[in-house]
């Protein structure tokens, strides 16, 4: 199975440019870049921070760039997100009896869990106890089958003294869901905007760059510096058969020069 991963999109004003870059270009060349060469994908899940600052018109306009995808997509919701504001826009999101943005793809084979740690106003993450229940009433349900989560914070300290103290709240109480029920293969997140790979709790994670500018990889300060480096998505690819997931980052506006391998000759400029 394959799944697309894009993450931290940050949908401002029409012609606004955010350290140098528009926003709204930008998701438009992602989209068509995923629809040219993973078409075959069977889900695309954006995990959070959709828009700058939660306003309707952002998420308006987030549905009709949605509109030229040619996959179904999941959307979940990142600090910078306004819940009410995008059901609204998409009143055909999933969303638990709670009212949060949490839902869950069932294959046969495994189930994608996709979480809603937003906490309204503030930048770190949040699971409730309501949030948790639902997850874990999933996970019963998945019988033991390969289960893969998204979500937009963190649950793992990543060594950035910047962005570490911004990640999802009590994260152990997740990890000790996930541990206990032992199905858990990999979980997916944003909101750092850089890629990172590791394990915690057992269960490898990866984080994406994503559609925003890249913090700077300062791991012995806090650092307010923005590089403004290729924009990303990730490509997913689960054989839950073989217990195998392999992450791919695809920088889908870079442009290199190409060279024959049986010759070494350079063949484009």
Not at 144 to 162: D, K
Not at 171 to 191: Q, T, V
Request: hydrophobic fraction near 40%; charge should be negative.
């Amino acid at each position: 199975m394959k799944i697309i991963q894009v993450t931290d999109v940050h949908l401002g004003r029409q012609g606004e440019r955010r350290y140098g870059a528009d926003l709204h270009e930008r998701l438009d060349q992602c989209i068509a870049h995923i629809n040219a060469h993973h078409a075959d994908a069977a889900l695309c899940v954006f995990t959070g921070d959709l828009t700058e600052t939660g306003a309707p018109q952002s998420y308006a306009d987030l549905r009709v760039a949605l509109s030229a995808l040619s996959m179904p997509y999941r959307l979940l919701p990142g600090n910078h997100d306004r819940r009410a504001n995008l059901i609204a826009a998409f009143p055909e999101v999933a969303v638990d009896k709670n009212g949060f943005v949490q839902s869950v793809h069932d294959t046969g084979n495994e189930v994608l869990l996709f979480l809603d740690c937003l906490a309204e106003g503030r930048i770190e993450g949040e699971l409730c106890d309501s949030r948790l229940a639902w997850l874990e009433a999933r996970l019963e349900q998945s019988g033991g089958r390969p289960a893969y989560v998204f979500l937009h914070h963190p649950p793992v300290a990543l060594g950035l003294p910047q962005l570490d103290p911004l990640a999802l709240e009590r994260p152990e109480r997740l990890l000790g869901l996930l541990r206990d029920h032992g199905n858990a293969r990999h979980i997916f997140f944003g909101h750092v905007h850089r890629d990172i790979a590791g394990t915690v709790a057992g269960i490898p994670f990866s984080a994406q760059r994503g559609l925003h500018a890249r913090f700077e990889l300062a791991l012995d300060r806090s650092s307010e510096i923005v590089e403004q480096a290729p924009p990303s998505y990730a490509v997913i690819l689960i054989d839950s058969a073989n217990e195998c997931v392999v992450v791919h980052g695809c920088d889908f506006l870079e442009q290199w020069p190409i060279y024959s391998a049986e010759t070494g000759e350079r063949v484009t400029a």
